[in-house]
């Protein structure tokens, strides 16, 4: 299978464990964006959907599908999102596409992460992809000190803002070896927002696209 068809061939996967009835929260990126069309087909099925970016709400809406403010939700019990990196033990790198901390938010409320992703995804040490870390724009030159010193190599992404206003760096040169341990000192840093690092809450299942289908990792 190609990559792109690894990524509907997990979306398609991941429409199993839709509960009937239920408000689902949907991730954001192109592998997030197969599930939304297909979750457009069984749309009559669930009572709505909570979005963690702007570009996921607009889809959602283009397919008729009902998206509700997630302070309006009191159980949501599946959430659906694509990563940058993953590892066997479920922990992430995420915010390739810039919304790590709404996808952050809704993860934290949903009971069961469901991750969905291409094999190209699935690494043993999270870090090759650079780690993107939401900041308040007046903190961006302190925090990119501070990472400086942890010994990551941060980048401005250019020309981007989050759909919270704030900007993005891209840590480079990074091996994570303790991936909980990075996240907690990164939240730490006075002006982050966000980090792109799932460890703390990471996915509960893992739906990896692979030459042969579909691999199921708890
Ligand atoms: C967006 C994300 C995406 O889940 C991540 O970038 C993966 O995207 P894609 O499915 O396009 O590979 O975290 O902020």
Same mark, same amino acid.
């Given at each position: 299978m190609t990559q792109d068809e690894q990524k509907l061939a997990v979306a398609q996967a991941a ?14 990126g192109s592998t997030? /964006?197969l599930f ?15 979005? =963690? ?18 302070? =309006? ?9 694509g990563a +940058? #990196?993953i590892?066997? !033990?479920?922990? @992430? ?22 991750c969905i992703a291409d094999q190209t995804k699935l ?14 724009? @007046? ?6 000190? #501070? ?15 989050? +759909?919270?206003? /704030?900007?993005?760096? +891209?840590? !480079? /040169?990074? !091996?994570? @070896? ?25 996915? /509960?299942?893992l739906l990896l696209g692979t030459d042969h289908g579909v691999e199921t990792?708890?």
């Open positions: 429409i199993q464990h839709v509960p009937v009835g239920s408000v689902i929260g949907v991730g954001t997030a /964006n939304i069309d297909e979750l457009a087909k069984i749309k009559h099925k669930i009572e709505g959907a909570v979005a =963690s970016s702007e570009a996921t709400t607009e889809r959602l809406r283009k397919h008729g599908i009902e998206v509700l403010d997630l302070n =309006s939700v009191t159980d949501l019990p599946v959430y659906v999102d +940058d #990196e590892t066997r !033990h479920l922990h @992430m790198i995420k915010g390739g596409g810039g919304a790590l901390t709404r996808e952050k938010i809704v993860a934290a409320v949903a009971r069961k992460f469901i690494v043993d040490i999270l870090g090759k992809f650079p780690l993107p870390v939401e900041v308040i724009p @007046m903190a961006r030159s302190y925090v990119a000190r #501070e990472i400086a010193l942890l010994g990551g190599q941060p980048a401005l992404r250019q020309g981007f803002k989050t +759909d919270n206003g /704030n900007v993005i760096l +891209d840590v !480079h /040169n990074l !091996h994570i @070896m303790n991936p909980v341990e990075l996240e907690t000192t990164l939240n730490q840093l006075t002006g982050v927002v966000t980090n792109g690092l799932f460890a703390r809450r990471g996915a /509960n299942l990792i708890t």
